[in-house]
């Protein structure tokens, strides 16, 4: 019987010290041996990884381990960044919440005097409360991509206008082929934030402490997404980040990437052009949104150190590399002034007629104070209204009454 | 020295099933639990105590409750829908004499089958917006404009797709549930109410069969509405895409998981407050179902 008891409190006992040993695993420890860990998401054009792999085998200071991460992999750094050691340096955009949590580390000093040289909006996209935690590696935009012998047949012209274009995706519209392809969902993913800008708004104010879409012209300018509807091609086999239902010939427009301007010029050549985002009326701008991914370095990393030495090497000394990975795989735009100049592609055509359009309009398309909750009500609110026929001033007062929520929670 | 035996064996076979219970069931549930009462952003060690804060937020988030009202009208279609048809598949294939393992498995066959992967065909390849699409093709011989089936909202079109994909997919299941409860209906009841004159079809269904299946119901009723409520995959993989997900036919999970886990943040304190309202809820409507269940009787 002793025995017994006995033998039931060693489980009990060997169960809590199971437990326990997961309790104090936070993931330190990994990274004795000085390797560093480097994770990039999954990029889409050939190359990009074996580019990666080999900067990284050239780094004379640590060796250097690469994980290409397919899938969700915003959502994996999330996580990691709880609790994990690893990566020790990582791509993602800043958010506020990981400053405040301590997950990330300032890099205020590996710039140096190169701190010019890159684009200053970019910069601003990575600083939270006046520090920078991220060094925007290649810049992403998105633009319009249209068909000139497609609209020259309908008798349109390339839209300037919010206006123009919901007229112009109606005209085109015919014979199986859509007007606008701007993803499945209706454009609510892609199309809310340059929609803004059409009408002088943003997400947030300019001091970042209020919505910055507190005006009845958000309401007048969701309502055109709604008159686009009916223009829009919806189910298409491949998501508004793949060329491939411009390509097709499924749309006679798309609102796309950059990345894919290669793609579409061997695909239609000439017959391609490229426009802005269109303003609503005098007060609004065209635009077009940039991002960056900007290389990191996680705060619990077993070498802080080694990983900010490593980040300064790749991301801010090796401008051979910052080209090629911004140009040779897929069209981007270096994230330095100096080197947007060698980049061949964007050098004549709809390539350079893009730059110009980041130079002008570029604007930022994922602030750090614009949380999740907040973008989740404001699009809620569009999809309602544009693909369900909501009333637009309704369903944006419940939006801004989150957004103004989350904006206050950022600063308790 | 037989007790000590016997408690020797017990603890090898039942001690590392408790184990993985009580590590990978019951702390996460009671660590939900506790996450549920902190502001427990980017964290899963909060320090933050705000109460009942995160309940009052989901509680008064029209998005949840429109997830859990949806859920309910789903619900509500899908379970009737699926035991109508299932038992009916059933009754089918139990008459049925020849090439009598060919129709069993042949209706069992899609369950086997992954729900991301059914999601991924009807969304691209059956119910697809272009008009190479299979539904589109087919519509189209009738001489129909090609539509957009997960695009339209009014009417809600993507309703079609993912309740098709749902029925294809589970159906199969409850068939075999039922079929197993047919065939335990001893033969000699029929052969006795024939002899007392009663009608082959409705009024031995109504009298024998139906009585006899009454376990195998209540357990299709019950799995049925769990499954309903815990609709993910199929909505997910055929809605959702890397922006989010709209804001119609979303079920709890998919708000949930959006909340607690998605890209742009994890607010893992408001999701788990969000996942203990939905439990209570899931086992509210299960009791009362049991309840009305047993008073039909």
Not at chain 2, 103 to 116: Q, T
Not at chain 2, 250 to 278: E, F, I, M, N
Request: proline share 5%.
């Amino acid at each position: 019987m002793g025995v017994e008891v006995g033998r039931r409190s060693f489980f009990v006992v060997a169960g809590l010290l199971g437990l326990a040993a997961c309790g104090s695993n936070t993931g330190r420890g990994g990274s004795t041996d000085g390797t560093l860990r480097h994770w990039y998401h999954a990029y889409g054009e050939d190359g990009v990884q074996d580019a990666v792999r080999r900067y990284a085998a050239a780094y004379p200071g640590a060796k250097v381990e690469v994980q290409w991460n397919p899938g969700d992999y915003d959502s994996k750094i999330v996580t990691a960044l709880q609790t994990s050691a690893v990566p020790d340096v990582f791509e993602a955009q800043v958010k506020v919440d990981w400053v405040r949590q301590k997950q990330v580390v300032p890099l205020d000093d590996v710039l140096g005097d190169t701190r010019d040289d890159f684009v200053r909006a970019l910069l601003e996209s990575q600083t939270v409360d006046g520090h920078l935690y991220g060094i925007p590696q290649a810049i992403d935009t998105q633009v319009l991509y249209y068909r000139r012998s497609l609209l020259e047949k309908a008798g349109v012209t390339p839209p300037r206008s919010v206006d123009e274009l919901v007229d112009a995706a109606k005209r085109l519209t015919a014979g199986g082929v859509k007007g606008l392809f701007a993803g499945n969902d209706g454009g609510v993913g892609v199309l809310t934030a340059p929609l803004l800008w059409s009408a002088g708004l943003d997400f947030l104010s300019q001091d970042g402490k209020a919505p910055g879409f507190d005006d009845p012209r958000a309401a007048t300018v969701f309502g055109k997404l709604r008159e686009l509807n009916p223009s829009l091609l919806l189910g298409a086999p491949a998501d508004w980040s793949d060329p491939g239902a411009f390509v097709d010939g499924l749309a006679a427009m798309q609102w796309t990437g950059l990345w894919n301007l290669p793609k579409i010029l061997a695909a239609h050549g000439d017959d391609v052009g490229v426009l802005p985002f269109p303003r609503l009326d005098a007060s609004g701008a065209e635009s077009v949104p940039v991002g960056a991914y900007s290389a990191m370095v996680n705060a619990r990393s077993a070498d802080v150190a080694a990983a900010k030495a490593y980040v300064k090497w790749l991301w801010v000394e090796k401008t051979d590399y910052q080209t090629e990975f911004a140009t040779a795989f897929g069209a981007h735009l270096p994230a330095r002034t100096s080197l947007a100049a060698q980049a061949g592609p964007l050098r004549d055509g709809p390539g350079k007629q893009i730059v110009e359009f980041v130079t002008r309009g570029g604007r930022i398309a994922s602030p750090a104070r614009w949380s999740a909750r907040a973008n989740t009500a404001l699009s809620d609110a569009v999809s309602r209204i544009a693909r369900q026929g909501a009333e637009p001033v309704g369903e944006l007062r419940a939006a801004l009454e989150v957004a103004r929520d989350e904006i206050a929670r950022l600063d308790r | 020295m037989t007790t000590r035996r016997t408690a020797l064996t017990f603890w090898l076979f039942v001690g590392p099933f408790a184990f993985g219970l009580l590590a990978f069931t019951y702390l996460p549930i009671a660590w939900s639990g506790y996450l549920s009462v902190f502001d427990a952003r980017n964290t899963v060690t909060p320090t933050e105590f705000v109460g009942l804060a995160n309940y009052v937020d989901v509680l008064t988030d029209r998005a949840f409750l429109d997830s859990i009202g949806t859920f309910t009208v789903f619900a509500a279609f899908i379970i009737p829908t699926t035991v109508v048809l299932s038992l009916a598949l059933a009754l089918l294939v139990n008459q049925i004499r020849v090439a009598r393992a060919f129709f069993r498995s042949v209706y069992f066959l899609p369950f086997a089958c992954s729900y991301v992967v059914a999601s991924l065909v009807w969304k691209m390849s059956l119910f697809s917006g272009v008009d190479s699409g299979i539904a589109n093709t087919v519509f189209g011989w009738f001489g129909a404009e090609p539509l957009a089936w997960t695009g339209t909202v009014d009417p809600p079109l993507y309703w079609v797709v993912l309740i098709t994909a749902r029925l294809w997919l589970q159906l199969g299941f409850y068939v075999i549930l039922f079929l197993a409860a047919l065939q335990r209906i001893p033969a000699h009841l029929y052969e006795a109410a024939w002899i007392d004159g009663a009608a082959p079809g409705w009024q031995t269904f109504r009298h024998i069969t139906l009585p006899g299946l009454r376990g195998a119901l209540i357990a299709v009723l019950t799995l049925n509405l769990i499954n309903a409520y815990q609709a993910f995959d199929e909505f997910y993989n055929i809605l959702g895409d890397s922006r989010g997900y709209p804001p119609f036919a979303r079920p709890p999970l998919v708000y949930l998981y959006y909340t607690s886990l998605g890209p742009g943040g994890q607010d893992l304190g408001r999701g788990s407050a969000g996942a203990v309202v939905l439990a209570l809820v899931i086992a509210l409507v299960t009791l009362l179902s049991g309840r009305v269940l047993r008073r039909a009787d």
